[in-house]
Structure formats: C-alpha cells, structure tokens
C-alpha cells in the first residue's frame, strides 16, 4: 500500500517538477593565472553524469559533489552539483562544451558556456593572505646526477624541497608525479624525512630530500623529466606580532614545481660494437657454471648462466648455451639478485638451464660469450666462457633405437651396445678423379659382347652344318682319309725301298680287300681289273691301279730312289682316292 | 725411359700416400689428433682417396669435437662406401653433438618404393649386374641352340628372356641411380651459425637458422647463394661460403 502511495507521489513530481541542468562558471572573463569555477547543477537526481573534455583547461580540483535537499513549507527542493576547478592553458577564447547526465531514463544537456582567458591578471594584494609571497620563501629542486649519459647508464633524479628559515612547511601533496617515459626508473623509498641545512642561491636554507630515483634510459637523443609538483601547505610570515611579541604565521597554499628537465642521451658507440651485443651496461663478471659434468643419461643437470656486478642488471638479456641435440635442454629459471641503491642496480642475475643427456657419449658445450659496455674505460668488453664438456657415462647408444629388449630376471642382457667405432688400420686407396665404371665403353663393350657372339656361333654352326651337307666333298675327304690311313705304314718306311714296297703292296691289297671284298688268292690283275670296272671305276683308274701294282712288283728287283718312292706314294694316294670315289659298293 | 720414371713415380707415389695414411693411424692411435688429421689431410690433397681414409678422418675431427668437418668426411666415406657400419655409426654420434635436431620426413607412395628399390645397389653394381645378365644371356642363348632335347631347349629359352629382362631393368636402374646420384647435391654446413633466407638477399627476412653439422641437400643456386632443402622439407636460400658440399 505505502509502496503504491509513493509510486503515485512520485509521478506527481514527475509531472510537475521541471527538470533542469545546466553550467555556470564563476567568471566569464579571467585571467591566465586565474583559476575557473565551473559547476554543473541540477533539481533532479540524475545517473550517468559525463563531465566535457574541458579542452584548453587542466582540472586541477574537482569533481566536487554537492547535494542539497529541503522541504520548505511542503516544497520540496532538490539541489545537486558537481564542481570542477579549471586551470587556463592558453590564452583565447575557450568553450565549455555541454555535459551530459541521465534523469528518469531521459539525457539532458547543459548549454557550452564561452570563456574568454586573458592575459595575467594582478592580483589584489591582501596583506593578511600571504600566498603571494609564498614563491620566495620555498623551492622545489631536482638535482640531475648526469645530463649526458649514455643509454642505459644510471643517472639519479634528487627531488630537494628548500625551505628558507622564516618560512615552515606544514604539509604537502602530490599534484603530478613525474612519468619517466623512455626510462627505466626504481625509486628509492625515503623511510624519514631528515631535514638538513644548505644554501640556496646563497642563502641560508633548510632542505629535505623528498625522493631519490634512478634512471637508465632507454632511447638515444633529447629526453625530458617531466616536473613533480607539489602542493605545499605554508605557514608565512604575517608581519605582524601577537600580544606576546611573537611572530604572527598565515597558512596559504602554494604549488611549486621542480620544472621540466631534458637531458640528452647519447647512443653507445658503434665502433667496436660486438655482435652479440645484448644491451648491457656497467662492470660485470660472467660465469657459466654445470652442476656436474659426469653423468648418467636421464640424470639431469644444471647449467648456470650468471651475470655480477653493477649495471642494467634487469635491462638486458642473458646470453642463451647452446647443446648438441643430444642433451635435451629445458627453458630456464630466471632468478635475480638485485640491489637499487642511488649508485645504480647491483647484484647477481643468473638464469638456471635443466640439462638432461639423452645419449650416452661426450658432448660439448660452446663457449658463451658475453658482451657489455664499461662506462669506466668506455669502451666495449667481452668476456668468454670456458667450454664445457659433458661426459654422459651410462645410457643408450645414439645408434640404438628405443625397443631395448627387457632383461629376463637373474639373466645379463647383452644388448649390442654400438660403440664409437675405431679407425680402420688398412686401405685401399684410388684416385679422387677416377671415371665411373658405368658409361665407360668397357662397361658398354661387356654389354653388346655376348650380342655380338650370338651371330657369330649360329653363323658358325650354319658353316658346320653347310660343310656336313656337302656329300661329295666329304666322300672325297673321307677317301683321301683312308688312302691315307692305308699308305700310312709306307709313308712311314719312304726311303727305305724293300720295306716301303713291300707296305705299299700291302695297303694296296687290303684297300682291294676292303672295297672289293676278295681274297688275297684271287688277286690276279684280271679279276681286279675285271671287278673294279663292274664297280664303275674309270678304265683310266684302274689302268693306274694296276701300273702301279707293276711298279711294285718290279721295284722290289730293280733299284730305286727315293724320289721315284715318293712320286710312287703320291700316285697311290690319288689313285686310291679316285677309286674310292669312283666305287660304287 | 721415360715412361719408366713415370711408372716408377706413380709407384712412389701411391707407396707415399699409403704411408701418410699409416702416419696418420700412428698420431690418431697416440691421440695427436690435429696430426692424425694433417696426415689424412695430406693424403686427400694428393689426389687419393678410399671411405676408409674419409671414415678415419671423421674420427680424427669427431675426437677434436669439430662438428661439421667430422660429419663432412663420415658422409663422404657413405658415398663411397654406402654400406659402412662402422661409418653408419659414428656419424650417428657425431650428428648428437650438432645443434640442429633436423627430423626426417618419411617419403611414402610408389616413387619411395621405386628407389628404395633402386637404393639397393649402387649404380656401378647396377652396371656389374648388367655386364653379367649380359653374358649369362648369352649362355642361355648357346644352351638353347645347341641343346637337342626339347625340353632342355624350353627350359633355356625361357632362362634367355628371363636375363634379358634383368638385364635391360638393371641398365635402366643403373641410369635412373646415377641420375639420382648427380641430381642429389648433399651439404655440410660449416658456419657455426647461420641464417637461413627467404630470398637469396642479405636483407631478407631470416626462414630459419642452422647451426654447423647439419646435413642440408642444394637445389638451386645463385650467384653467392644457394636455396637448400631440409630432410624436414624446409626450404630457404643460404649463402655458399655457410656450407660445403658433400660431391
């Protein structure tokens, strides 16, 4: 029911109220160093409120919230306002552009406002207001320990707050803190503030060190410190005594600034620059240490690349160890041990490399080579590392593959654990430029050779079988042979006349028997001659034949030489010839 | 005479190379291994060569933990000799000490089958068993002329097609190997390390880098720079004073 009952209510207001929003500066017309009120007011509670840009102004105060809320004689007034403090960039006209805010789901705008920003103004002196004397009693001051320094050399930042000693300081703030673009900064913590005395501008003056910070630079060339401002809370001298003669103090507010300060960054030199230059600078010791160096494969091992001393430390990277592929190596634990004090970063960095042999066999690890900048000597160092050898006793050979045969229990396992093999002691050796064996033409003529031969063995088979198909030349051939075979024994008597006659009567009557098949007792002329011409010799033959039987009858009565033997021989070779061929059987 | 001095030169010759080698036998045995390597060195410089001589000079350089040389000559020893355990092996332990874990990609299909096949035999014993189908053709071929039994003659006439097949797939084997031979380029790289481009410029972007020791097989090349090819199939150009090859 109350619920309904305020729900009406509140439609009510709807209706009735008229929303309104908009923005009021305090002045339209200010000074440079002036500051610029401007609020943003409305009778409603909205959501969503979105200040402008404010381009041309900085806010140095704000947004400040305001609610106000009344009930007068039934009336109820809502108030509510948002306060920005507007500081003045340039001088010119400026525009205040609209912001919005959200009120019961509707977005309303406030009207931009049009300031115009003069020159400075000057400031009515308030004698009991002591800000414009503030400039003169208190300084900010940053000390630079180096103006040029080179890239990534240490250079401090000394923030001095000077207090001269009629002024005190009750408190500060920080407006801006410095944003080291292209440095690479570590502040160092002020645990207490301790207040000393020093001079500035030659005058006696209180001063504290606010904060210290060091910075390496990271880039070549014309770099700015941005100010650090503060807002310091003064108590000043009024002028006047109190009652008691003492000193009268104002409070006021006073912003002081340390100023931008650029320096100027000078690259490292290019001349003698090594190659596996990483960027470090300072003075360090370079060590590559393994845990150990004798061990099983599987077992693993550290490998510790550390980096000592002074220098960017954190600003570069550690040389990376190189491993045969045998030694499986994994990414490294980066550790470090790093001190800030205002002399620059000092301490150890080490990156820590699990190391495990997978082979057994003796494997190398590269020298590392470390390379940095003295800025003492000015120049470029490099420091090498010892290599490292790693001797893997036990494990398998690089040539085994992973199906190891499982030992039998109780049983050795002789596994054929190749070894690195020995020189071998002999040698053949040939000429480097030696022509191959293939495409040479003995390679050619041992290939064609046989296909050459096929022709001549069938064409020498074909001669064979030619020579055994000629039939009468082989009858020939075969008659020579036998006259032959029977005037062998007469031949071999030539010289001697009894005997040789006497053989060739011989083989004369067994060549009869032999072709004529008769007897030795039938051998008269006339039967042989009889016989032979029924056999178709030619008369001229057999005539022969017989003469010649004559001529050995006669010779074994009459002397005879030699050469009548031979002449003799001779015909009885052509003789017996012509009648084997002539011989029909 | 002169052919003589000649003959009698080359004798020498040969007699001093073979004592260099033994020197070198001499220093590696007493593990004076740069002399053991100089030794061997001289060897090869005078014109000689044998897998032995390479394998021992693997051995001298693998002892000396120079990568890249000692898997050079183990290589070359396996071209000379591709069936050398002893070589098969210690080049596995020199190819753990290299930086580079290069894998293997396997060829697979009918081309891989055909020269796994053609693998088998180097291409001068391809040529050997040619000459022989050759002349045990020419056997078969008086076996069936001459032979009188029918079946005796069948038997040779089929024997004679049968090594004649061997013998025309054993030439052509032959060429297709030493054509695969001279058309393989096999490298060493030599540079400690070194970048691998993806154009054949100085300026051009880094494909990949290789370190000394690892076996890379040429493609092209030009001017001072060669494109090469990994047994991963990775492919760039690298400059030629980086490796050596292998032929």
Redesign the interface.
């Known amino acids: 029911m109350n619920r309904v009952i305020f729900l009406i209510v509140l439609c009510f207001q709807g209706l009735f109220a008229q929303v309104q929003f908009e923005a009021t500066v305090s002045k339209n017309t200010l000074g440079i160093n002036e500051r610029l009120r401007v609020d943003f007011t409305m009778n409603e509670d909205g959501d969503n409120f979105s200040p402008p840009a404010f381009e041309g102004f900085r806010v140095v105060g704000g947004p400040n919230q305001a609610v106000s809320y009344s009930w007068i004689n039934g009336k109820k007034s809502f108030n509510k306002s948002y306060s920005y403090f507007l500081m003045p960039l340039k001088k010119g006209p400026a525009i205040i552009k609209p912001a919005s805010i959200e009120i019961d789901g509707k977005i309303y705008k406030t009207n931009p406002v049009k300031v115009t920003v003069t020159n400075a103004v000057q400031e009515e002196v308030n004698p009991y207001y002591p800000q414009q004397k503030t400039g003169e009693g208190i300084h900010l001051v940053a000390e630079i320990s180096k103006t040029n320094p080179y890239i990534n050399e240490p250079i401090t930042v000394v923030y001095k707050l000077y207090v001269s000693n009629t002024a005190s300081v009750r408190n500060w703030r920080e407006m801006a803190s410095p944003k080291y673009n292209d440095f690479w900064s570590q502040n160092i913590d002020i645990k207490k503030l301790v207040v000393e005395n020093g001079k500035y501008n030659g005058e006696d003056y209180r001063y504290v060190v606010l904060r210290k910070t060091v910075l390496y630079p990271q880039k070549a060339g014309k770099l700015e410190i941005e100010p650090l401002s503060l807002d310091i809370e003064v108590d000043l001298p009024t002028g006047r005594r109190d009652f008691f003669g003492r000193m009268e103090y104002a409070s006021g507010n006073k912003t002081v600034s340390a100023g931008a300060k650029s320096i100027n960054v000078r690259s490292l030199p290019e001349a003698g620059k090594p190659i596996d230059f990483t960027g470090a600078v300072g003075d360090f010791d370079f060590k590559v240490t393994p845990s150990k160096t004798t061990l099983k494969a599987g077992e693993s091992l550290n490998l510790v690349v550390s980096v000592s001393g002074k220098g960017n430390l954190k600003l570069f990277n550690l040389p990376k160890p190189?491993?045969?592929?045998?030694l499986e190596m994994y990414d490294p634990e980066h550790k470090e041990k790093v001190t800030t004090p205002l002399s620059g970063m000092q301490g150890e960095v080490s990156d820590t490399y699990a190391i495990i042999p997978?082979?057994k066999?003796?494997?190398?690890i590269?020298p590392m080579v470390f390379s940095y900048f003295d800025l003492n000597a000015n120049k470029y160092k490099t420091i090498n590392s010892p290599e490292i050898m790693i001797n893997v006793m036990d494990g398998p050979?690089?040539?085994s593959g992973d199906n190891q045969v499982a030992a039998v229990p109780g049983k050795q396992n002789v596994v054929s654990n190749?070894?690195?093999?020995?020189?071998?002691?002999?040698?053949?050796?040939?000429?480097?430029?030696q022509k191959?064996?293939?495409?040479s033409g003995l390679?050619y003529s041992?290939?064609?050779?046989?296909?050459l031969?096929?022709p001549i063995?069938?064409l020498a088979?074909k001669k064979k079988e030619a020579i055994d198909g000629d039939v009468v030349g082989n009858k020939i051939r075969q008659s020579n042979k036998l006259a032959k075979r029977f005037l062998s024994e007469a031949n071999k008597q030539m010289g001697n006349k009894e005997a040789f006659y006497v053989a060739m009567e011989k083989a004369l009557h067994n060549f009869l028997k032999a072709k004529l098949h008769i007897e030795t007792s039938e051998m008269s002329k006339e039967n042989i001659q009889e016989l032979l011409l029924s056999r178709k010799a030619t008369p001229e033959t057999v005539q022969n034949f017989l003469g010649l039987m004559d001529s050995c009858e006669f010779a074994r009565y009459t002397p005879a030489s030699v050469g009548t033997m031979q002449q003799d021989y001779d015909k009885a070779v052509t003789v017996i010839s012509g009648l084997e061929k002539q011989i029909t059987n | 005479m002169k052919k003589l001095l000649y003959i009698v030169l080359l004798v020498s010759q040969?007699f001093w190379?073979?004592t260099a080698?033994e020197k070198g036998?001499d220093f590696?045995k007493k593990e004076k291994y740069e002399e053991a390597v100089a030794s061997y060195e001289q060897?090869?410089q005078s014109?000689?060569?044998?897998?032995?001589?390479y394998?021992?000079l693997g051995?001298?350089y693998?002892k000396m933990?120079k990568?890249a040389p000692a898997i050079y000559n183990y290589e070359k020893a396996l071209l000379l000799n591709p069936k050398d355990h002893?070589?098969?092996?210690?080049l596995?332990?020199a190819?753990?000490?290299?930086?580079?874990?290069i894998k293997v990609v396997p060829k697979v299909g009918f081309s891989k089958m055909i020269n796994d096949l053609l693998d088998v035999f180097h291409?001068?014993e391809?040529?050997?068993i040619?000459?022989g189908s050759?002349?045990f053709?020419?056997l078969c071929?008086?076996g069936y002329?001459?032979a009188s039994q029918t079946v005796v003659k069948r038997i040779f006439f089929f024997g004679m097609f049968v090594v004649l097949l061997s013998?025309l797939i054993s030439?052509s084997a032959?060429?297709a190997e030493?054509d695969n031979y001279n058309s393989e380029r096999p490298a060493i790289v030599f540079a400690?390390v070194v970048p691998v481009k993806s154009e054949p410029k100085a300026t051009a972007s880094d494909a990949f880098v290789l370190?000394e020791g690892a076996k890379v097989f040429v493609l092209e090349s030009l001017d001072n720079w060669r494109k090469i090819q990994l047994t991963d199939d990775k492919e760039g150009w690298i400059e030629k004073e980086a490796i050596k090859e292998l032929k």
């Open positions: 190189v491993v045969p592929s045998a997978q082979y066999g003796n494997y190398l590269k050979s690089p040539t190749d070894q690195f093999q020995f020189i071998k002691l002999k040698t053949n050796l040939t000429a480097i430029h191959g064996f293939l495409g390679f041992l290939l064609i050779a046989p296909f031969i096929i063995i069938v088979r | 040969v190379a073979q080698f036998n590696y060897v090869v014109g000689k060569q044998s897998s032995e001589l394998f021992n051995n001298a693998y933990h990568v002893a070589a098969q092996t210690n596995h332990f190819q753990k000490m290299t930086i580079d874990e291409y001068e391809w040529a050997w040619a000459v050759s002349a053709f020419l071929f008086i002329y001459f013998m030439v032959a060429i030493k400690e370190h």
